[in-house]
């Protein structure tokens, strides 16, 4: 079992996060404010203090607590380090995502105490303090004085409670609307300086600072208070699943996995760092990856087989490294599972170059490229250049980006030098046959892909983007129709009903009938056909648009239900009784019966599919097994 602490935007993400398991946690809140949709979780309110969460952990086999509660609840972070010391509990802390530090125009203090020092020591008069209402006690010592102080809070019967309690003037009291610009307020008040908490992205920091910079008003912010260093730290859903499927591998029913696109990334990065691992130190057995949503996860990446140093630069001149990760697809089916994704990575290094002071650069520069096992682009529609390597554009920002974020890391100073970063794939070339790949016109290996970064299982992140890839390259032809067909065999039957269409327009949706209408919609396609066998449209008509085996299976209730809308009579249902596919149905159903069952099935089929396609035209073509056609 697991206990979330949470009353935060965080909270609701570990909520969500937990949901995907289908199984019993709990939720624990302070107050009761919060709103929060619960299926399987438990909701728990009131203060506990160490003693009584260590009671309840032991009542109710709890074995991972979750930290999603504020930074700024000390008390509370203090606490669960005692508990988990104490009961051997590990906890996962949920951290939010905290933007880089601001030290030119931001005064940082590292306490309340330090806050008021500061700002009597400048001489303030009027704050706005936008730093909730458990600060107005924080404060008093500043606000009884002569200092104009206001305070913003949510618009609560208890916050106003509260601030009554501590004597604070009603009148210098300001409430909290959702959505309002940051910038009303101010202009409002014209107060010279605004205090914030270090509250991080979904606290609304940026938004508080970015308004307070526009008005040319001061801006003081307290440090946000460190964490135990025993918390294990995610900050975002990805982290969050990944440590709780490591710590609690029960937990959920499948495992997600990496795309091949954070794995080229975190060989990049670890291959950068080889390079400037002067002191020859042993490689880290993980290397943080940024994925695409702004959240760092932590990738495995192969022991070094060398170090690079002293010895690193080669005939060419070059720093250069290399650096592996295997690729774990998690439980979703994913024919790249297993495989190496290598990265090398090389800088021009002489000692006759100016130094990065005299260029005076003001970024590094990363090149990514192609090596073997990678794909060749050779026909367009994909969004990305013909001839050059199958490394998508979200999978290539992020080798970029997260081979700078490296370099930063390390220290080492911006310079025009190029980084060039080499994805290979062993083996990838072979691998490639066995998927679209050959169909996208992606010659010689495969394809560098992933949106988020990470491959739920199910959600099958990597088919889904070989569809919109796919659908793109069928768009480019300027082919008139869209055909989608659940596989090669349907393809073969529906190809004949559409001979004069070029071969890039037939698409395979597998299961992912409602994500690849999505697509078509999203991509504006006018014209599109569904092809699909009676064993999927039984279960679509249902309702159900991800129609996999695993997600969903054959009810034959329903099929009751569909034979009698249709007014089929007595033997028609003796018949489903009796089947254990639904393919069995076109052999077993009187011709009349069959006729007006699978109209109702089509009909019920468009019911749900045709709003998932507003501007456009489909057609659903039912089809048997050897071939017959149903519209």
Known sequence: MILIFGGTTEGRIAIQTLEEAGKTFYYSTKGDEQDVLLHNGIRLQGAMDAIEIETFCAQHHIKLLIDAAH???????????????????????FERIFPERDEEHITWCDDFEDAIRQIRKEDIFTLLALTGVQSIAKLKPLWQESTCCYFRILNRESSRRLAEREGFPEKYLHYYHAGEDERILLQQL?????????SGL??????????????????????????????????????????????????????????????????????????????????????????????????????????????????????????????????????TNGMQIKANVAVPFRFD????????????????CGGEGVGIVTLSGLGLEVGGPA????????????VKACLQRLGISKQPNPFAVTISVPG???????????????????????????????????????????????????????????????????????????????I???????????????????????????????????????????????????????????????ETLAVIEKITLARELWTLLSAEDLQAFCSRLLELCHQYCDPLLPEGELTILLISEEGKIIT
Request: with cysteine; proline share 7%; net charge negative.
């Open 71 to 93: 930074p700024f609840a000390t008390q509370l972070h203090e606490t669960l380090e005692q508990v988990s010391v104490e009961s051997n509990i590990p906890v996962i802390r």
């Open 190 to 198: 014209h107060p010279e300086a605004i205090l914030v908490k270090e």
């Open 202 to 335: 979904s606290g609304g920091f940026n938004e508080k600072v970015e308004a307070a910079l526009q008005e040319g008003i001061r801006i003081f912010a307290i440090r946000r208070p460190p964490m135990p260093g025993s918390f294990m730290i995610v900050n975002g859903e990805h982290g969050l699943r990944r440590m709780i499927e490591k710590h609690f591998p029960d937990f959920y029913p499948l495992r997600s996995g990496l795309t091949t696109g954070t794995c080229a990334a975190a060989a990049a990065v670890a291959a950068t760092w080889d390079i400037f691992n002067v002191q020859r130190q042993p490689r880290p057995a993980e290397f943080p990856v940024i994925l695409p949503n702004g959240e760092t996860i932590y990738v495995p990446v192969e022991e070094q087989e060398l170090y690079p140093h002293p010895s690193c630069v080669n005939d060419d001149w070059m720093l250069e490294a290399d650096a592996t990760v295997i690729k774990d697809a998690g439980d979703d089916p994913d024919v």
């Open 353 to 368: 170059d100016p130094t990065p002071a005299e260029l005076g650069a003001d970024d590094y520069t990363v090149i990514v």
């Open 391 to 402: 490394i998508n554009i979200t999978p290539r920002k992020m080798i970029e980006n997260n």
């Open 428 to 506: 990838g070339e072979e691998i490639a046959r066995r998927t679209f790949n050959p169909r996208l016109g992606i010659e010689g290996g495969i394809s560098i892909i992933g949106t988020s970064g990470i491959v739920k299982p199910f959600s099958s992140e990597a088919f889904v983007d070989s569809i919109r890839k796919s659908m793109e390259v069928g768009r480019a032809t300027g082919s008139p129709r869209i055909v989608l067909n659940s596989g090669a065999k349907s393809e073969k039957y529906v190809r004949g009903y559409y001979p004069e269409l070029p071969a890039q327009a037939f």
């Open 508 to 570: 395979h949706y597998g299961n992912f009938i409602g994500d690849t209408i999505k697509i078509a919609a999203d991509l504006e396609i006018k014209a599109v056909t569904l092809g699909i066998m009676i064993g999927k449209a039984v279960k679509l008509a249902e309702g159900n648009l991800d129609t996999h085996s695993k997600q969903v299976t054959m009810n034959k209730d329903f099929l009751r239900e569909v034979a009698l809308s249709a007014g089929c009579g007595g």
